[in-house]
């Protein structure tokens, strides 16, 4: 029982809408969390890039920082999959680079 329940002059029907939302809200998040992570399972990367870490679900926490507003679903789902790209470039950086090619790819991109 939750501290909203306990209390005499709580709203019952108030309080069963709130949860409503909130279990549906979950429910919307957690749908998200599992297309970033359907895409990375498709994509095959775990076998293409062995070396590669997975992070979808700790890269989903930015973008939902960011704005948790339902309405924004597509900018989080989006920038889950930007930042997983961004982490396969780093680590392939960090894994297969000469000194030299590192050097002109940071030149590149700066």
Do not use: C
């Not at 939302?21 to 297309?35: A, C, H, P, R, T």
Request: net charge negative; no cysteine; aromatic share 18%.
């Amino acid at each position: 029982m939750s501290f909203y329940e306990e209390v005499p002059w709580h709203d019952k029907v108030l309080l069963n809408f709130a949860k409503l939302d909130f279990n549906e809200l979950q429910k919307s998040y957690k749908k998200e969390v599992g297309i970033a992570t359907k895409w990375w399972t498709k994509s095959e990367f775990a076998t293409k890039v062995p070396y590669a870490r997975e992070r979808i679900a700790e890269l989903y926490f930015f973008p939902f920082a960011m704005n948790s507003n339902p309405k924004y679903s597509t900018f989080r789902g989006v920038m889950t999959k930007v930042l997983q790209w961004m982490t396969l470039v780093d680590d392939s950086y960090d894994v297969y680079g000469t000194i030299e090619e590192l050097e002109l790819l940071t030149h590149a991109i700066q």
